[in-house]
């Protein structure tokens, strides 16, 4: 495994690389200035001038873009032009929301996805198959902010259970924490369950048509244990991959979410750095989010290799 | 032949009894089986032979009570000791499956878990008929020694994929014994390996049956199968049997015309080689619309008008001979009429230049590997040299995995050339720059081995065989009228332009991958396999037309194949192929007739040959299997196999140092071997 | 919105001068203060704060600045008279071209140093450099020179009469001039308030603490201040109802009112943005003042105090406030809806069918006040188009004056005087948008900043305002208030004339 | 010699890629999925005569609650949020008729450009993958703010963010029939790349792309709302369903109906081209 990642570093730098550019460059593309955010919008011509020297916005781009990546070497993310302290800084004070966000909507995904995905790849009564598969048609079709919308209506205004915008720390008050979280972690998971489930459904029953259940049913091995120990088994690969992939959406889907729920994380970080073209803060961002997708990428894969024993980590 | 074939017991162990199967698709009912009885007695093997579409499979399912949906019995009996299988519920056949029938499957590779541990595959077996987790580890290590498997210890903990093709098949016997069945049944259980493997396996369950007295029912296409294992058979077609009896009886004297059509329509091991193959003509019936009256009218020769509307009952023929045949059960004669026979003469090489010659060839097949990693090579094709002379047919024949479609797919310029030189027409296009791409494709080209595969199912035949034309330059109303004359010219009519891939049989799309590879007029055909996917009854008819194409229009033949009967049928000279290089090279009559290499004799004394009471006990059976081209041998690449080498002889430690050159030999071919000569066939 | 200010008048203001007369009776008590003093109080705000702007006026700066930072003086928002806070006294020269300040000498920074008149000139003089983005930091550029007399004595001289010199007092802090440079990431932001800024989790909150040193004892009633930062509405009045927050600021009307009904909450409205619509006087058909004209009749004012901002905005085409010196309903309502009126100026200036392209921000407010513009356009015969812009682009262009044919704009200036805001609104100013400047318009700005006297100022005001609503170069469509709810049992909030919360004298009943 | 062909001879000859499309009309699915794209889309296309007055009736009677009259009540400037609904459902699906096909396009011929020259297709893979890295909507806000907000910048916003998924899908086509035996026949004829790319390996892709198609109409419907709630959508007064949510949003304890009426309508969307998608996937792979 140590071996795979090594021969997978240098294709993962090449990403790195490419994508530092593209981070660097795709923001300051855009119309606007970072020494607004310090101006203010009233300021004057001379005024906002000033400010941009002072932030070190007139040296050329090349200088600056060189200067970031020799200072993330150095373990230096560079400083955000508006919040005036380490990117880290910035970034690891609105991990804790994400994370939290992420990991809660993870497990929902992992759950609902494998037991839907599970009961609709087994064989059962044509009435259970449908009503399972209207759910997962249902929660295919809205994507999350659709689903977050429906739950802020029906379970936050006209059956005001759960609280529907903001957010409070998990380790400051966790009951209270998961009250706000319940309702958009699971707006992020069930489209995703949905697949999830979909691609599991499909995986259990080709795997259903293969020879190896057939030699089962010649062994006298009862339909439950051919369930569990062969169709499932060969089909957790798929599911594994689906989720892998989900994880990515589930990031980005973060980002809308946690704009109509309110919350303090990364993604409302993304989009206020966009907003205010605090390039620092942004480009770490975009570069993070892609190294974590191949990262997660490579990780589904060593998943995949520990349950397929016919898989071995090759480029 | 093993001797151990006594008259039947008088209770059958399984009888089947007027078993009919459907599958609802729809509206449509599907007759898949249709009446069909048998019985099986303790301790013999009974054949059930047919062609795709049969229904013997289906036979073997509803026996087993695992037919895939929508199929279903929907009447009949099968009685197990008695017993009425399909009456008892599912939770008491659960505790049959497995413990009183066991079942073997065609395909090895997909029939075992890829997931779990081989021991863990033959311990549940044992697991879920009540035997303890301890009790039944132990077993499996017994039960996989007993089936062949060396270093149990270590192979028990391994995965399929680590076990070759006849390690797997071995497996899925030892699962199916775990339990000491009385009755097993075999489907196709030798069909996915290749020959020498093939020879092994028959042998074990040869040899189980004769230790644990087990009933046997092997369901297979192959005649030689049959004739090599089988005391009993039973032919299906279209769903009934036509025909039941002792093996030996039916092969001596068949007495439905489709048995008698289908032993003459299989190439012979030991025919001269001149005289031609008698093609049942058309294809097998599928089942959804199955032909009036007997269903092999349309393919009968001896067919008469009662035939056409009345489905002849199976009626007794003698001493426990069955055949369902009008014209038999009025004493007619049922054997096939040769139809239009073509007299084969051999060429010897005419002293022309060879069209295609091959130089020390080698192809690296091992993947590029990444942006920053070297993969070592591979040679798939490790230095071949050979020569195909226009009008001539070189057959090449190995089993899978020594290279031989890397070969073909070299030369075409699929694969790169790693060493060496190719020369068609005597011009060098080792490189395949634009020039020798174009000289290659003019000059030569490929039939494939997959008919359903090798048509594009999105576009009409015409459009397949027109884009051929057009590389070449013809186009327009020219290039029409050469797409009819192309599919007249392979036996195919004018209205074949308009229709798609999967409205023509298996045998029609041969002939059309033919007709496309004819459209550049080439010099040279390569043909891979290009009958092997095919029903028996077919494989004549594509044989036939190959040999009428290559007489008739002086076509070289590059023939690859791996059955050795249908390579020396049709070829001129053969080539004996293992592990990326050529072992033996000769004419037909040398190498099959006085083989030189042991891996030649060996190939030829695995080969079942449809003569019953022939005699098993002197075959050359090689163990293990062909090492990964990855990590050949050092010395002699046959060694690790080979009867007469190190593995046996010790003192033949010079195999193990030097490899040996292609080299002739006193009986005329040439062979790589350093003991050339020394094994020899014994048949009996 | 970017700003978060006071807007002086209106009905509000008796509420707080109550408020503000109840904090001074009860602080003079010392009975309720033995009891419950200490605990935290949960403030709100929409923006994160920016300790790197100290000297200028930011949203996420105003709820809790002023409990950190004091001024020379305070203007007071029932009076309109500058009240001492820092100064103690000051004395204005009898040529109004040189003041003299003498200070507190009891005063000192949190970090234990005392104030000195040092201090006040470093502030001063930072505030003057184009870097602090001072608003008001143009008028510290007219002092001639700063003298510190002695540590608590400042003389400055002016280079002419400057009436709105209380303004800057109001809008500079005294910031310690040994930790100035080191505020940028919060680590030091020391000033001479009743809490210290002891925490800044950007994004996420600020924590502000009683600064034990203060020199009057126990004016900080809390221990602790926790400003959370909310950017979102719903999560603010969702804090608000699970009083996580006591009091919420930056939210507008439509988040307020819910609150106006229930009696667990007052609403305060104080401050608030300027919405005008400007036109470029370059630009045909612009640059034909009946077209101006026409337009500033055609927008219905109501209707946009109505539907957006619920009926709590000042109706008016003015940028002044209306309690300013010149002040006129009638000048306010000189450009009252009359679609008549601007379809005959249209047509006698021949520009039925115009293109109109409008600049708009992408702001909800914003984008919903075009909608209504457009459609008064509409309806006189000219055909308005939205750009819609994002705001950093939208402000980068308002800063260089460059924002094309038409455009709406938001200023949250309300508070400063007249003269102030002449030069301190993009609007107004020299190189405003509207590529408006002339002699005539320089003279008579010239005339407003001279005037010393009420009268005089209400004068020149008066005719500025004449001379630039017949221009019609840029027209206030509404005044709007921002809106704080503060939970009931919190007594003694105040909030300056621009909207900064005091929370010297608030506790806890 | 004549081998008889099996009779299943199609009764009517119509192109077979087509008629296989036409089955997914027959199951359940695909019929509530056909149905709800055709009303949607007729309702779309007929607004202009059903509702004359135009998106942008304004009048004083705001946020009235839903009624007869105003199914989904009024907005904040007295317009009915049901025609603005429906005149919005105009504007999302011609967004995603003219950016779902021009995406499809693009993605497909990206994905299989590996059939023309083996590094070009490993290079756009690449590039892809670079894409499918960013995190979605910040791609599409870069890509808004450089084109500068409006129907071009939404367009391309959607195109670009599209690409991943088709070109993905392509180059798995093509990877998966570049090794296939008629692909290989066509080049041992010495068919030309670009030949074999449009006959052979694109009507091969073809199928998952389209089903990947209708379920990307939803994803550019996401896009134009996520990018609408961060205010760079449309222009105003043209309403778009992302406009009216993001809207709709800030009157939710007020009007709930204001939000509540679009996103009906675009769970309808949803579930019509998921359904189709899911119809069309199971004819596809029925085969």
């Given amino acids: 495994m140590i071996s795979f990642l090594l021969r997978k570093l240098p294709s993962v730098a090449v990403v790195a690389l490419i994508s530092s550019a593209i981070a660097f460059i795709l923001p300051r593309l855009a119309p606007g200035d970072p020494a607004l955010a310090i101006a203010g919008s009233d300021a004057t011509p001379e005024q906002l001038a000033a400010v941009r020297e002072q932030m070190g916005l007139s040296k050329p781009l090349i200088q600056q873009y060189l200067d970031w990546m020799f200072g993330m070497f150095r373990g230096d993310f560079g400083q955000s032009f508006i919040m005036r302290r380490p990117v880290t800084t910035v970034i690891g004070s609105r991990l804790e929301s994400t994370l939290e966000l992420a990991f809660l909507a993870m497990l929902l995904m992992i759950a609902i996805g494998l037991v839907l995905g599970v009961l609709a790849g087994s064989p059962r009564s044509k009435w259970a198959r449908v009503v399972l598969d209207i759910m997962t048609t249902l929660f295919l079709a809205t994507p999350p902010f659709l689903t977050g919308l429906l739950l802020i209506l029906f379970l936050g205004i006209f059956f005001p259970i759960l609280p529907i915008s903001g957010e409070v720390g998990f380790f400051e008050n966790p009951w209270l924490a998961l009250q706000f979280l319940i309702l958009p972690a699971l707006a992020l998971a069930l489209p995703q369950a949905a697949i999830v489930a979909r691609l599991l459904q499909t995986a259990m029953n080709s795997a259903r048509g293969e020879d190896y259940v057939d030699l089962a049913k010649a062994k006298g091995v009862s339909p439950g244990r051919i369930t569990w120990r062969h169709v499932l088994r060969n089909s957790l690969g798929t599911a594994v991959v689906a989720l892998g992939l989900r994880a990515g959406d589930l990031l980005a889907g973060a980002i809308v979410i946690e704009a109509i729920f309110a919350r303090n994380g990364l993604g409302s970080l993304a989009v206020y750095s966009v907003q205010s073209r605090d390039y620092m803060v942004l480009q770490v961002l975009i570069l993070g989010a892609v190294i974590l997708a191949v990262f997660i990428q490579l990780f589904s894969e060593i998943i995949l290799a520990a349950l397929d024993p016919r898989i071995r980590l090759e480029s | 032949m093993i001797e151990t074939r006594q008259a039947p017991a008088t209770q059958p162990l399984l009888r089947v009894e007027h078993l009919s199967t459907t599958f609802d698709m729809g509206n449509v009912s599907v007759r898949a089986v249709t009446d069909v009885s048998f019985d099986l007695y303790p301790g013999r093997v009974l054949g059930i032979v047919g062609e795709s579409g049969s229904g013997k499979s289906v036979t073997a399912r509803s026996v087993m009570r695992m037919l895939r949906s929508p199929g279903q019995v929907r009447e009949g009996q099968v009685l197990l000791d008695g017993e009425d299988l399909l009456a008892i519920p599912e939770r008491e056949m659960q505790a049959i499956r497995g413990k009183k029938i066991a079942m073997v499957f065609q395909d090895p590779q997909a029939a075992l878990n890829p997931v779990m541990r081989v021991g863990d595959q033959i311990a549940e077996a044992l697991l879920v008929h009540g035997t303890s987790a301890k009790e039944a580890r132990k077993r499996a290590k017994a039960l996989l020694a007993q089936v062949g498997i060396p270093d149990v210890e270590r192979t028990i903990d391994q995965f399929p994929h680590e076990f070759s093709g006849g390690m797997r098949q071995r497996v899925v016997i030892a699962i199916a014994l775990a339990n000491n069945p009385t009755l097993l049944i075999a489907d196709e259980p030798t069909t996915a390996l290749d020959v020498t493997i093939q020879a092994q396996i028959l042998r074990l369950l040869a040899q189980l049956r004769l230790e644990l007295g087990i009933s046997i029912i092997m369901i297979t296409h192959d005649m030689g199968v049959v004739a090599e294992l089988c005391d009993d058979l039973v032919v299906m077609y279209g769903g009934r049997v036509v025909e039941k009896g002792p093996v030996r009886d039916v092969f001596a004297s068949p007495r439905h015309p489709y048995t008698a059509a289908l032993l003459k329509a299989v190439p012979r091991l030991d025919a001269k080689g001149d005289e031609a193959l008698i093609a049942i003509p058309g294809s097998p019936p599928v089942p959804l619309r199955l032909p009036s009256g007997c269903a092999f009218h349309p393919r009968c020769s001896h067919a008469i008008d009662k035939c056409f509307n009345d489905t002849p009952p199976l009626s007794s023929m003698g001493d426990r001979r069955e055949s369902a045949c009008w014209v038999a059960a009025a004493g007619g004669n049922v054997e096939p009429r040769p139809t239009d026979e073509f007299g084969r003469h051999r060429r010897q090489a005419s002293g022309a230049a060879p069209t295609l010659r091959l130089d020390n060839v080698r192809t690296n097949v091992a993947s590029s590997g990444g942006l920053f990693s070297k993969t070592p090579p591979v040679y798939a094709v490790d230095g071949i040299s050979l020569e195909v002379f226009p009008g001539e047919t070189l057959g090449l024949v190995g089993e899978s995995g020594c290279g031989k479609s890397t070969l073909s797919r070299t030369i075409m310029g699929i694969n790169d050339v790693s060493e060496g030189r190719i020369e068609v027409s005597g011009t060098d296009v080792t490189s395949m720059d634009l020039a020798a791409r174009n000289l290659v494709a003019k000059t030569i080209q490929y039939v494939f081995q997959d008919p359903f595969a090798s048509l594009n199912p999105r576009r009409t035949i015409g459009q397949s065989i027109l884009e051929a034309l057009e590389v070449v330059g013809v186009t327009g109303a020219e290039a029409d009228n050469r797409v009819v004359a192309l599919l007249i010219r392979v036996g195919l009519s004018e209205d074949y332009v308009s229709r798609y891939p999967y409205e023509l049989s298996g045998g029609q799309r041969q002939r059309v991958g033919i007709a496309r590879a004819l459209a550049a007029n080439p010099k040279i055909l390569i043909c891979d396999e290009p009958v092997s996917a095919l029903d028996v009854s077919i494989q004549a008819q594509i044989i036939s037309l190959l040999e009428e194409l290559r007489d008739e229009l002086g076509l070289g033949y590059l023939f690859i194949a791996h059955d050795l009967s249908v390579v020396r049928h049709i070829s001129d000279r053969v080539a004996v192929m293992y592990l990326g290089r050529i072992v033996e090279v000769g004419t037909a009559e040398e190498v099959y007739g006085n083989p030189q290499h042991p891996y030649t004799v060996a190939l030829l004394s695995s080969t079942p040959e449809p003569k019953p009471d022939q005699s098993t006990e002197h075959r050359v059976i090689l163990t293990g299997d062909m090492p990964s081209p990855a990590r050949p041998p050092s010395g002699c690449r046959f060694r690790t196999r080979c009867p007469i080498g190190p593995a046996f002889r010790s003192d033949r430690e010079i195999c193990n140092r030097q490899s040996p050159e292609l080299a002739a030999t006193a009986s005329g071919q040439k062979a790589a071997c350093h003991f050339a000569g020394e094994a020899s066939l014994a048949r009996g | 919105m970017k700003f978060n200010v006071l807007r002086t008048g209106g009905s509000f203001r008796a509420s707080l001068a109550s408020m503000a007369i109840a904090a001074t009776l009860l602080s003079g008590t010392t009975l309720a203060q033995a009891q419950e003093h200490g605990g935290i109080l949960t403030i709100s705000q929409v923006a994160d704060a920016q300790p790197v702007a100290l000297l200028a006026l930011r949203a996420g700066n105003t709820p809790w600045i002023r409990n950190v930072f004091e001024t020379l003086t305070r203007i007071d928002p029932a009076t309109f008279q500058p009240q001492p806070v820092l100064a103690e006294s000051w004395t204005l020269a009898e040529d109004g071209l040189s003041m003299t300040i003498a200070l507190r000498s009891d005063v000192t920074f949190h970090s234990g140093r005392p104030m000195t008149a040092e201090d006040v000139k470093f502030s001063f003089e930072t505030a003057a450099l184009p870097e602090s983005t001072s608003q008001v930091g143009f008028i510290a550029r007219e002092f001639e020179s700063m003298d510190v007399v002695d540590d608590h004595t400042l003389n400055i001289v002016f280079k002419r009469p400057l009436s709105n010199v209380f303004d800057f007092f109001e809008e500079t802090y005294i910031v310690d001039r040994d930790t100035y440079d080191q505020r940028e990431d919060g680590s030091q932001v020391i000033g001479t308030g009743p809490y210290t800024f002891a925490e800044w989790s950007p994004g996420a909150s600020i924590t502000l603490k009683r600064y034990e040193d203060y020199r009057v004892e126990d004016t900080a009633w809390f221990d602790e201040i926790e400003v959370a930062i909310i950017p979102d509405p719903t999560a603010t009045i969702a804090a608000l109802r699970s009083t996580r927050t006591q009091i919420a600021t930056g939210l507008t009307p439509r988040d307020t009112l819910e609150f106006t009904r229930n009696p667990q909450f007052e609403v305060v409205e104080t401050g608030g943005t300027m919405y005008p619509l400007g036109v470029n006087v370059g630009i045909a058909p612009l640059d034909n003042k009946l077209v101006r004209q026409a337009i500033a009749y055609a927008v219905d004012r109501e209707r946009i105090n109505d539907q957006v901002f619920l009926g709590t905005g000042t109706v008016t085409d003015l940028f002044w406030s209306p309690s300013a010196p010149g002040y006129t309903d009638e000048l306010a309502s000189h450009y009252s809806y009359d679609p008549e009126k601007a379809k005959g100026l249209i047509a006698e200036a021949g520009a039925e069918g115009a293109t109109i392209p409008i600049v708009v921000p992408a702001i909800p407010s914003q984008r919903s006040i075009f909608e209504i513009v457009q459609n008064n356009l509409r309806e006189v015969g000219l055909i308005p188009e939205a750009v819609v812009l994002d705001v950093a682009d939208f402000d980068k262009r308002q800063v260089a004056g460059d924002l094309g044919a038409a455009f709406l704009l938001l200023h949250g200036q309300i508070g400063f005087s007249s003269p102030t805001l002449l030069s301190s609104l993009p609007s107004l100013r020299e190189g405003n948008p509207s590529g408006f400047w002339n002699d005539d318009y320089v003279a008579l700005r010239e005339a407003m900043l001279a005037a010393t006297t009420p009268e005089a100022l209400g004068e020149a005001t008066t005719a500025l305002t004449e001379y630039m609503l017949d221009e019609a170069y840029s027209t206030v469509l509404v005044q709007a208030p921002g809106q704080i709810v503060v939970a009931a049992g919190l007594e003694g909030v105040e909030t300056s004339v621009r909207g900064g919360l005091i929370l010297a004298g608030a506790y806890e009943e | ?287």
């Fill in chain 4, 1 to 287: 010699m004549t081998d008889t062909a099996p009779p299943n001879r199609q009764k009517a000859r119509l192109n077979p890629v087509l008629s296989r499309y036409l089955q997914a009309f027959v199951m359940p699915k695909g019929q509530i999925g056909l149905g709800l794209v055709i009303l949607l889309t007729a309702l779309a296309l007929l607004a202009p005569v059903l509702f004359p007055g135009g998106y942008d009736m304004q009048t004083r009677d705001s946020l009235l609650p839903a009624s007869w009259a105003h199914p989904f009540g009024t907005d904040e400037l007295g317009r009915d949020i049901f025609v603005r609904s429906i005149y919005g459902l105009r504007t999302d699906l011609a967004l995603a008729a003219t950016a779902v096909p021009l995406s499809m396009i693009i993605g497909t011929f990206l994905g299989l450009s590996g059939a023309l020259s083996p590094r070009l297709g490993s290079l756009v893979q690449r590039a892809l993958d670079i894409i499918v890295g960013f995190p979605g909507l910040i791609l599409a806000i870069c890509v808004v703010l450089v084109v500068g907000a409006g129907w071009t910048a939404l367009l391309v916003a959607i195109v670009i963010g599209g690409l991943p998924g088709f070109g993905r899908l392509a180059r798995a086509t093509f990877l998966s029939q570049q090794h296939r035996e008629y692909v290989v026949a066509a080049r041992t004829l010495g068919v030309s790349n670009w030949k074999i790319m449009v006959r052979h390996i694109l009507p091969n892709a073809i199928d998952p792309i389209i089903v990947q198609g209708a379920v990307f109409v939803v994803a550019a419907v996401f896009t134009e709302a996520a990018l609408s709630i961060v205010g760079l959508g449309l222009q105003p007064p043209e309403p778009s369903l992302g406009i009216l949510l993001n809207v709709g949003m800030r009157y939710i304890t007020m009007a709930p109906f204001y939000i509540l009426g679009p996103t009906l309508i675009l769970v309808l969307l949803a579930l019509a081209f998921s359904l189709l998608a899911d119809a069309l996937n199971s004819t596809v792979n029925r085969k």
